[in-house]
């Protein structure tokens, strides 16, 4: 359907690698990126790149939409693809506002340590909402009720009084490469732990935190 | 007993249903603050005694009332917060304009609040993507139809419709509109879904 928009590749703009994603494919990543942003307790690596693609092939089908013949039933069906493809998007951004809002002094602690290199989980803007809503609430818990109270009770850390992502949480995945030999940690004192082999295409129940690189890498797509 | 004040404060929100929000109560926090004053100024007091006087015996008192010293505090902070964070979901629901009634149960602060982080959210979702950025407050629900029966509750008047004509909301009257154009009226009970 979407070769008789005669919508150009998208190129990355990260600038090390040159990769050209039919518009499908892109749709295809979005989904990816939601569905694991959806289903993970912490946040996860910010894919700006596929925000930005996205909305430049909205902007386009709506600018081909709006030169095509009114009553068309062609134009019905875009239109109705554009407004699915809106609604994920959309909730993509807001699962991540929601997750920036909910750990905030984690998510900004963690961006504060982040080594030279590695990648971001903020895109730029949200580190700035996030340095707003934190400057925001801390202004706010101090001029109503911390600047009244004793000397010594005049500060609250953040960082212990927000409480962290459950890295422990349980999440359902399918295995889209096959890896080998993944350590399993013990639960409870009396269990050992234990080295499991993910085959291409099985669904598994595990603890998050067992498989977080695994989601980050691609290797596994959390449902 | 000590803390009495604060606990009420963190009940009293416990009690409201869900996501609703009742008066600031300013009265409340007033009181947990004037306690923990007196709690502390008590405990300087008692601190010099044990030091100079030797009262060692005052330690245990000490350390109970710095207990309820943070006590107070954590119940305070969680009170202040947890409203904050039906506030936020204030904005989420109706929109940047809050009805009036909401806004008389919020304290000045709050506002202030309020407008800071509505001021926030817009410049970030102004900055999605190259253009005029994405209204990430629409498209809360799959859209499962293009265009959904409505029936107007109250009078609104004029309403623009995408090929630029127009609709005349009065109330009572059903209209076969674009489901994204409508979905700001519904949460605002202006309109109403009609499911056949």
């Known amino acids: ?108 602690e963690k961006e504060k340590t982040r080594r030279e290199g590695e990648p971001s989980c903020l895109s730029p803007e949200e580190c700035a909402f996030a340095r707003e809503y934190m400057a925001n609430t801390e202004t706010y818990l101090k001029n109503v009720a911390l600047k009244h109270m004793p000397p010594n009770l005049q500060k609250v850390d953040l960082l212990r009084a927000v409480p962290k992502p459950d890295l422990d949480s349980y999440v359902f995945l399918r295995v889209k490469e096959r890896q080998e030999n993944i350590l399993v940690e013990p639960e409870t004192d009396e269990q050992r732990d234990y080295v499991i082999d993910l085959e291409e295409g099985s669904q598994h129940l595990i603890r998050y935190k067992t498989i977080a690189p695994l989601v980050a890498s691609g290797a596994v797509q959390l449902i | 007993m000590f803390c009495e004040r604060a606990m009420e404060l963190v009940r009293e ?133 293009l265009y959904i029966e409505v029936r107007c509750l109250k009078d609104y008047g004029e309403f623009e419709v995408d090929d630029g004509t127009s609709v005349l909301l009065k109330k009572n009257s059903q209209h076969l509109l674009p489901r994204w154009k409508c979905e700001q009226l519904i949460r605002q009970g202006i309109l109403e879904h009609v499911l056949s």
């Open chain 1, 1 to 108: 359907m979407t070769e008789e928009l005669d919508l150009p590749g998208q190129d990355s703009d990260a600038g090390s690698e040159e990769v050209v994603l039919t518009p499908a494919e892109l749709i295809d990543r979005l989904e990816q990126a939601w569905m694991n942003e959806k289903f993970a307790p912490e946040l996860l690596e910010n894919k700006s790149e596929i925000v930005e693609c996205v909305m430049e092939q909205l902007q386009h089908m709506e600018e081909n939409l709006r030169r095509a013949k009114k009553g068309d039933l062609k134009v019905s069906i875009h239109q109705m693809e554009m407004e699915r493809i809106r609604f994920v998007l959309s909730s993509y951004l807001r699962c991540r506002l929601t997750k920036i809002e909910k750990f905030f002094p984690h998510v900004l």
């Open chain 2, 13 to 145: 929100l416990h009690r409201a249903a869900e996501g609703r929000l009742p008066a600031f109560n300013e009265d409340g926090l007033r009181q947990v603050l004037e306690e923990m004053k007196a709690l502390y100024e008590q405990n300087q007091s008692d601190v010099n005694e044990a030091k100079s006087g030797g009262r060692s015996d005052l330690i245990p008192t000490i350390k109970f009332r710095h207990c309820s010293l943070l006590r107070n505090q954590r119940c305070t902070v969680a009170y202040l917060y947890d409203r904050l964070l039906r506030i936020r979901a204030l904005r989420w629901e109706c929109g940047s304009v809050l009805p009036s009634a909401l806004r008389f149960h919020m304290s000045a602060e709050e506002m202030e609040w309020f407008n800071h982080y509505k001021k926030s959210l817009a410049t970030y979702m102004r900055s999605l993507g190259g253009h005029e950025g994405l209204d990430i407050t629409q498209d809360m629900k799959p859209p499962k139809n």
